[in-house]
C-alpha cells in the first residue's frame, strides 16, 4: 500500500513524514519521529497514556490516524517543559512523588495541563472526572490529585 | 539435636512424623538430615522450602546457623509479588 | 546475619522526603521504557495465539506467511530447547504451546516482519489446524470428578489420593486441636467465599528488544521486576550459556509481580536467531490480559469460634486456589496468611493448588494473600456483629505479638500489629460519625516479605561523589530510598549518590524485584557497601596520618582521629580522599554480595467507609485510611504511595475486577474499557498512618511496605458494605449485579 506524505506541526516544528494509511498518530510519534513520551498502554483510547493535543483538544493518540495530522498543530509531553525549565505540573509532580512507575505520567500530564488552560480554578471531583480517562495503576491518584490541584493553586496565584 | 517441625502436610512423606530429630549445626545440615531420615522428603525440599529459624525465616541460605535448642520450622519457599 | 549496628534514630537524611533522581526523565517523557528502545535495521514481531481454551494443535501452516514481503522469519515451539524438565518446562510450555493449547491466548506461534503492519497481517496468514477438547475454567469445577484432565499426571506427591488429577499440589499445616477448640466457642461461624481472578493491571505491556547472533551471544533489553531471573530462564529456553545472553533492564511502567515472569523475551530471541537481526516484541492490551499475570481464582471455606468475649477459640479454612494450566498457584501462601494476625490455639489450614484452562497465574502483590483476608476477616466481622463486639479491640485481644506462636508454626519476632490496630483506634476516622447510607468497615492483613540474593556496588568518584550500582529495577521510586541510604552512610548530600540499574553482566546476580524486598534488600546492600568503602577511606586516612586504621572513624563526610588518643589531625572530607586515591591505593569501591535472611514481616490494618446505592447495587467509597507498619521510612512519600497504591488495587479487586469467561473458555473482557480498574473519580483520598516497628533483621529497621497494603482492602469494604446495606457478600468482586441480588434476596427474607 502506498505511503501518504503528511505535512504538520509538532511542538512548534514544522514536521514532514509518510505513513501507511492504517498508521495511528501515535505509532508515528513514536516509530517514525522518535517521540517515544506518549505510551501505548491499551491501544483502544482507554488509558490515556498516549494523550497529546491536536489544535490544543486532549486526545487519545491511538485513535488518531497519523494522516489526520495533516495540517494540524500537534503538542505532546516532550514540547512541555521549556528548554531546562519545567512546566510546574511537571515540577510539581516530581515534589509530591505523584508518579510511582511514570508510564502513565506523561499522558495525565499532557491531560491536566489541557485542564487547566480551560478551567484555572477546578474542584478536586473536576479534576478527578476530567483524569477519569487516564489511569493510573500505582498511586490510587492521591497524591496526583493533590499535585495538580495545587499548581492550579500556584499558577492562580502567579498569573 | 535440633527438632525440626514439619508442616502437617509432608507428614505422609515423613513416615507420619510431623516433628524429626536431626543433627545440624546450620540449615543446610537441617535439610540434608531431614532426607537422610525420611527420604520421602526429598522432592519436597528440592521443590524449595524456606526454614524458620527462632523465628526468623530464612528463605534461601543454606549456611545460617542453627543450635540445638533453636526453635526449627519447615516452610514452604516465600516469593511474592 | 548479625546486625551489631543497627541504627534507629539521629539520622540527617533518612526519613527526608527529596525529590526522586530520576524524576525529570519521567516527567518529561525522556525516560525510555520497554518499548522505547530501537536498533538499526529492527524488525517487529507479533505472536499467534490460541482462540481456543483447550486443543490440540494438529498442524501449524507457516507458508502463506513466510511468502508475503517483508516477513523474515516465524518460530514455532521447534525453535526451542528440548529436554527441559521442571518449572523450565513448564515456563516453556506457556512462553510457546506444544502439543497442546492450554488456554484461550496460549502463544502457538511467531512472526517478524520489517514492519508491525506486516507482522500483524502476517500473523493472520498462519494457519493452525486445532481440535478442540474440553474445558474448565471455574475452580471448582475443575476439582470435580467430571472435570477434564488438562494435564495428566502434574501432581507432585503432596497430593493425597482419591483427588481429581487437576489437584496438583497440597498443603496442609496448623496445630492444636481445632474440634475441641470449636467446643469451647460461644459461636461458631462457617462461611464460603469466592474470589475471581484479577489482573495485575500494569499500564505498560510486556515489550522487549532481542539480538542474538550465530555466536549464541545475545543481548537483550525488556520490561521486567528481575532482569537476571530473565537471563536465566531465556538461556534455558533457548539453550544458551547463561553469560552470554546480557540482559538490560528497561524502565518498568508497573509491575506488582506480573513483570516477575517471562512471556514474550524468549520468543523475541528466538525470532532474532532464525532472522540474525534485532527483533522488537510488544503485547497488545488483550495480549496482556489474555496470556499474562492474573491471579488465581478462590473456593475457599472458614468456620472460625468465639467466646462471648471475643477471644477466638479455634479457626479452620480450606483454599482452593486455581492458577491456570500450570502448577504454582500460591495456596500455601494464602493458608499461611490467612490467621497470621490472630494468636490462636487451635488452627487448621488446607491448599489444593488446582489447575485449569486459564493462563498462568503470576505474582500478584502478596500473592495469595489478598484472598485469605477477605474471607477470614468477613467471617471475624459476622462474629463481631453477632456478638456485639467492637471489631478492633476483638482484634486487639487476639492480635499477635512477639512471641506468639504463628498460625503457620513458628514464633513471631518483634511485629507491629498492635501497633496498626491502635493507631487505627485512635485515628479520627475510627469515630467520625457517618452519613446514612454509609457503614464502615476494618480489616488486617499480613504479608511475609523477602530478602533473597542482592549484590550491589558503590564505586567513588574522585570529586567524592558517588556511583550506586543496584540489580533491583527500580518500580516506584526505589533509587530515590537508595540514594538516601546511601548518602546517610557516607555523610554526602543526596545529590551527589547517583543510582543506576545495572544489567547482568555488570553486577552478581540479583534476584527479581518481589516480595518487597528492594528496600529491605537492596538497600541493606547499600548500606553496607556504603560502610564498606567508609572502611576503605578510613584506610587511607589512617595510612595519611600514619596511625592504626581502628584509630579513624568516620563522621558528617570526613575521617577523623577517632579519639584524643589517636593523635591530632583537621578532619579529612571525603572528596580529599578521593582526589588523590589513585596514587594512594587505587579505587574505592564498596561492595555487598549476600542474601539478606532478616525480612521482617508486616502488618496493616485498614478503615473504610462505604456507601451502597439501593437503586443500581453500586457502592462508592467515601473515606479510606491505611495504617501499616513500615519498620523505618526511609522516604516517607513513597511508602505513602505504596500504602495507596495497594488499597487503590484492592479496592478495585473488591469492587469491579474480573476475568469473566464464557461458555466457550474464552475471556470476554481482554480491553481496559471492560475490565474496570479504578479511575480517578471512582476513589477518595487515601489517608495514611505510617507506623515504625523496627525490623530486627535490617541495620535501620526496613520492613518492606509494598505488598501488605493490598491484603485488607477486600475484606474491609466487604464489611463496610455489610454494615451499610446490611448484606453479607461473600463473592467477588461485589459488583453492582452481584449487591443488587442480595438486596433482593434480603427483601424477599
Redesign the interface.
Known sequence: MSKIHVTTTINGDQVEYLC?P??TLL?VL??RL???????????G??G?CSVTLDGRLVCSCLVLGAEAEGHDIT???G??TGEE?HPL?QK?????A????????GI?VATEALLKKNPNPTE?E???W????????????????AVMDTAADMREAS | MVEV?L????R??ADGNDKVEVEAKTVGEVLEGLVKAHP?LQ??ID?GVSV?V????????LT?PVQPDS?V?L??R???? | MALDAQKTNGFTQVGT?P??P????????????G??A?APGMLFATIVRSPHAHARIKNIDTSKATALAGVKGVVTRSDFATGLTGENWNILENVMAGDTALYDGHAVAAVAAT???IARDAARLIEVEYEALPHVTDVDKAMADDAPVIRAGAA???V?EGLHPNVVR?????HGDVEAGFAEADLVIKDHFKTEATH??????HACLATLGGDGKGELWCCTQGHWNVQKICAALLGLETANLRVTAS????????K?AVFIEPVALALARKTNKPVKL?M??SEVFRATGPTSSTSMDIKIGMKKDGIITAAEGTFRLQGGAFPGA?M??TA?CAFAPYALKNVHQVGYDVIANRPKQA?????GSPMAAFAVESVIDELCNQLDLDPIETRLKNASKKGTKAS??????RIGLVETLEAAKSHPHYTASLKAGQGRGISCGF???????TAVTLALSEDGTAQLAVGTPD???SRASMALMAAEELGIPYDNVRVTIADTATLGYNEVS????VTYASGLATIEAARDAVKRLCGRAAAKWGIPEDAVKWENGCAVPSGPNAGDFDPLPIAEITKRMGATGGPIVGHFEA?P???G?SFATHIVDAEVDPETGKTSVVRYTVVQDAGKAIHP??V??QY??G???GIGWALNEEYIYGEDGRLQNA???DYR???????P??DTVIVEVPNP?HPYGVR?V??TSICPPLAAIANAVSAAAGVRLCELPMSPPRILAALEKQRDG
Request: aromatic share 10%; net charge negative; hydrophobic share 35%.
Open positions: 501507511d492504517r498508521e505509532d513514536r516509530d522518535g517521540l517515544t513520551g506518549a505510551k501505548e498502554g491499551c491501544g483502544t482507554d488509558c497514556a505532546t509531553i516532550e512541555m517543559a519545567l511537571q509532580f516530581i515534589e509530591y512523588a508518579l510511582q512507575c511514570g508510564i502513565c505520567t506523561p500530564l471531583t479534576v478527578r472526572y483524569l477519569a480517562g487516564n489511569l493510573c495503576r500505582c498511586t490510587g491518584y492521591d497524591k496526583i490529585i493533590r | 517441625n508442616w502437617s502436610g509432608l505422609a512423606l520421602g522432592e519436597a521443590a524458620a527462632d523465628g526468623r525465616v530464612i528463605a534461601s541460605s545460617e526453635e520450622f516452610m514452604q516465600l516469593k511474592g509479588g | 522526603r525529590n526522586r530520576d524524576g525529570i526523565d519521567k516527567v518529561t517523557g525522556r525516560a525510555r521504557f518499548a522505547d530501537t514492519s508491525a503492519l507432585d506427591k503432596s493425597p497440597y498443603h496442609e499445616s496448623g495485575q493491571g500494569y499500564i505498560e505491556p524502565e518498568i511502567g508497573g509491575g506488582f509481580g506480573g516477575t510488544v497488545t492490551r500460591p500455601e501462601f499461611m505474582a500478584y502483590r502478596a500473592p503457620f508454626g513458628p514464633m513471631f519476632d504479608w511475609f516479605n523477602h530478602g533473597g540474593e518500580i516506584g521510586g518481589h516480595g518487597s524486598r542474601t535472611e532478616g525480612a514481616v512519600t513513597y505513602e504511595g495507596q497504591g488499597a487503590a488495587q480491553v481496559f474499557l480498574i479504578p479511575v480517578a473519580s471512582d476513589l483520598m487515601i533483621g518492606g509494598g505488598e
